[in-house]
């Protein structure tokens, strides 16, 4: 490395922030709002019961808005935007059941239930944030917290 | 083992993770996000109104009856700077009836009459709140304002009419609602008619410029 900023650096930063606050922000906005309503967007899926979808619910607020901190800070940069990469895919597959198998989805529940895109745009939208995903294991890792510790 | 900076890492994430879970917690205590919007007949007043006010409220409980008196003196004084919305808490371990009451009246305000139940509910509250048998006024309200009580009574039982109260419920509890009538006026939480109207006087020169 001779200092110099490289393209690729900056894309990798880019595509980080880019992923990490795409998961900060719709884990916010459902972790500030009552999990009941996310837990109905889930239900909406049929893929879980109710119960099971209040309990996801719960849980996965939280850990968008860890996973996209994490992300967008640079801590463990591969491993969270690999995860992240994971978790849009699960997404992709929810998604893609509920199409192929026509359920009426009026609020795919990804950033709470005032924001409502059609499945298949959110399926689209999604493919983007798993090439940006990519992107940020490969090339994050500059300007970040795992950068920064190893300097100490 | 882990090397030195895995645990400066795993320390800093650690850090993330515990302050941004107390902010969260924090946001919702103090009510900083986004609101959910009530149902249009259960709003009243222009959108952009500076002052907003949600009441959580519940038709069996005194106290909101004495607090609806305030509020449509308000809004009768304050008009356009003034927007009201109405969301549910029904307590339902002290008042057995009051989710039924709260369903009632959202049906009610499908078919326009929201307001004019909700206050038919609150005057003769000490009439049906406490019965052992599921009160015969709720159709009796409805029939004096006209109502299709079948129509309403379908709609009560709805799964959309249901999963809009408990969402109620679920929104207050997530923000610490624990008693009615609590209202948020421009996200300042009060409890009771009182604080209300304490609250509201920080807003007066807001709501005075308003007044047409």
Avoid at chain 1, 55 to 72: C, R, S
Avoid at chain 1, 83 to 106: H, K, N, P, V
Avoid at chain 2, 53 to 64: H, M, N, Q, S
Wanted: hydrophobic share 45%; aromatic share 12%.
């Amino acid at each position: 490395m001779n200092g110099k900023i490289q393209i690729k650096d900056l894309i990798g930063l880019l595509a980080r922030l880019a992923v990490g606050g795409l998961f900060i922000y719709s884990g916010l906005i459902k972790a500030l709002a009552p999990a009941e309503e996310f837990g109905y967007a889930i239900e909406s899926y049929k893929v879980l019961n109710a119960q099971l979808s209040l309990w996801a619910a719960y849980v996965a607020p939280w850990v968008e808005l860890y996973a996209g901190l994490l992300l967008a800070a640079g801590v463990f940069t591969r491993l969270s935007a690999v995860f992240s990469g994971a978790l849009l895919l699960f997404f992709e597959a929810l998604l893609g059941q509920a199409w192929l198998r026509g359920l009426s989805i009026t609020s795919c529940g990804c950033f709470g239930s005032g924001y409502g895109n059609s499945i298949t745009r959110e399926f689209t939208q999604n493919l983007v944030f798993l090439a940006l995903a990519w992107m940020a294991a490969r090339y994050g890792g500059h300007w970040s917290a795992d950068k920064a510790v190893e300097t100490l | 083992m882990i090397d030195r900076n895995n645990a400066r890492l795993l320390a800093l994430a650690g850090i993330m993770i515990f302050v941004s879970t107390i902010a969260v917690l924090l946001a919702r205590q103090f009510n900083i996000g986004p609101e959910r919007p009530s149902p249009d007949f259960r709003t009243f007043g222009p959108r952009t109104a500076p002052v907003q006010i949600y009441e959580y409220t519940d038709f069996a409980c005194p106290a909101c009856r004495h607090a609806a008196v305030k509020v449509d003196e308000m809004i009768k004084i304050f008009g356009p700077g003034l927007r009201v919305s109405f969301k549910h808490y029904p307590l339902l371990r002290i008042h057995p009836w009051s989710f039924h009451a709260a369903a009632y009246a959202d049906c009610a305000g499908e078919q326009g009459k929201f307001k004019e139940y909700g206050d038919l509910l609150f005057e003769n509250q000490e009439k049906w709140a406490q019965t052992k048998e599921k009160p015969k006024e709720f159709e009796d309200y409805a029939a004096r304002l006209k109502l299709d009580w079948p129509k309403m009574l379908a709609c009560s039982d709805s799964p959309e009419t249901i999963r809009r109260l408990k969402l109620d419920i679920a929104e207050a509890d997530m923000k610490g609602v624990n008693a009615t009538p609590t209202f948020f006026i421009n996200g300042k939480r009060a409890v009771g008619g009182g604080q209300l109207v304490d609250q509201a006087r920080k807003f007066e020169n807001i709501l005075r410029a308003a007044k047409p």
